[in-house]
């Protein structure tokens, strides 16, 4: 089976610029959460989908918004990029729903200049 | 708010010792614990995981134990190779709005 892929890996945006990631879930599997990691925050819950729904939402601004197709994929939109959102943004799918068994993907990293 | 305490930062060991990594969080209704692999470039991995009604799993060289009590939980890996150097975290499942809170990290670094 094919792990979560993401795309894509590496991403240079100048501020003020809007930017979409994207994530193809494992096969299956309905539940997809996306994470922003950072050497200060460490890694922080964005939002999570499930049948094109979101169920769950982290505590990030309005910029911070994503959406599911009705195959799973998800995609992650910031727009009007600020410095501070240089970070790794992580994709996670699971079978199970929620935070249990989740499966990363290796990450998008988005550098704001 | 809530949060989750771990350590060390950094752990360094022998090949072939074991090693120890320990976590606190502070929602005493939380029920589900969760342990990741980061590797350099890669997303986190799950490894194991353990829910509130079992006091320890275990999956060959790992393990882990959870002290309701006190609320904490611990990593535990034996006769460590070299590819078990990597950053690992320990997460707890908020029973108010079914996020995961993680710890900071362990670097992990076997040495030869």
């Known amino acids: 089976k094919a792990g979560v892929t993401q795309t894509p890996r590496y991403l240079i945006k100048t501020r003020g610029q809007q930017v979409t990631l994207s994530c193809s879930p494992i096969s299956g599997h309905r539940s997809v959460s996306w994470y922003q990691q950072t050497p200060g925050q460490g890694l922080q819950f964005l939002f999570e989908y499930f049948s094109e729904t979101q169920r769950n939402k982290g505590n990030f601004p309005g910029r911070f918004s994503g959406r599911q197709f009705s195959n799973s994929r998800s995609e992650m939109n910031v727009s009007t990029l600020e410095l501070g959102d240089s970070a790794l943004y992580l994709c996670?799918?699971?079978?199970?729903?929620?935070?249990?068994?989740?499966?990363f993907g290796p990450g998008t990293r988005l550098t704001v200049t | 708010g809530e949060n989750v305490e771990q350590h060390p930062s950094t752990l360094s060991v022998q090949e072939g010792d074991s090693a120890v990594i320990k976590c606190t969080y502070s929602?005493?209704?939380?029920?589900?614990f969760p342990w990741y692999k980061q590797e350099l470039g890669k997303g986190p991995q799950l490894i194991i995981d353990i829910r509130s009604n079992v006091g320890e799993k275990k999956d060959q060289r790992i393990a882990v134990t959870l002290n309701k009590t006190a609320k904490h939980f611990s990593l535990h890996i034996t006769e460590t190779q070299p590819e078990d150097s990597a950053v690992y975290f320990c997460a707890a499942l908020l029973d108010s709005n079914y996020q995961l809170i993680w710890g900071a990290g362990t670097k992990l670094i076997i040495k030869p």
């Open positions: 996670a799918s699971s079978s199970s729903g929620g935070a249990y068994e989740q499966y």
């Open positions: 929602d005493s209704a939380s029920n589900y």
